[in-house]
């Protein structure tokens, strides 16, 4: 099984995949390998245990007993910005010396079935823009914001804008 940290994931925020392999047989493997590709929209990659190489993570699981379950972990940030509401799906692949015949993961709870069920959850990202005012004397560079103006005295506005979202702002 494949199962994702939550099923909602802010851009910018951390999230992680366990993969669970379990040596369903009744006898023990010598050598499993998990291989996950990742999914756009992730950065920042670790295949905890295993290696990286060309977008794909890797796990070498040696002397495997039967009935045994191991797990192995993919950390990642979530890039932004991503649009709100979008979904990221993946799946590994496990295959067995004794078995070479790759089977696909499929999310906690469901049933195991031909090319797998992928894993995904859904980005939530939003623009948060905030604008501040600021007056200032223009002879003396002075801040007045609220205070009195004088006739004929020349002012400068100065407007700011930031966004503390984790999304672009339209």
């Not at 890039?79 to 993961?105: F, H, R, W, Y």
């Amino acid at each position: 099984t494949k199962a994702v940290s939550a099923a909602s994931v802010g851009a910018g925020e951390d999230v992680s995949y366990t993969i669970s392999v379990t040596n369903s047989g009744n006898l023990p493997s010598a050598s499993v390998v998990v291989t996950d590709k990742v999914p756009a929209g992730l950065v920042n990659v670790v295949a905890l245990g295993g290696s990286l190489a060309g977008g794909v993570a890797t796990w070498t699981l040696t002397n495997v007993s039967a009935g045994e379950t191991r797990t192995v972990t993919l950390q990642a940030t979530l890039a932004k910005p991503l649009d709100d509401g979008s979904q990221i799906c993946n799946l590994a692949e496990i295959a067995a010396a004794e078995n070479p015949a790759a089977v696909q993961t499929v999310p906690p709870g469901n049933d195991p079935k031909p090319g797998g069920t992928p894993t995904c959850f859904t980005v939530e990202s939003a623009a948060k823009p905030a604008a501040t005012k600021d007056v200032f004397d223009v002879a003396s560079g002075a801040k007045i914001n609220g205070g009195q103006v004088k006739p004929t005295q020349v002012l400068r506005y100065q407007i700011t804008v930031v966004n503390a979202g984790n999304a672009d702002a339209k």
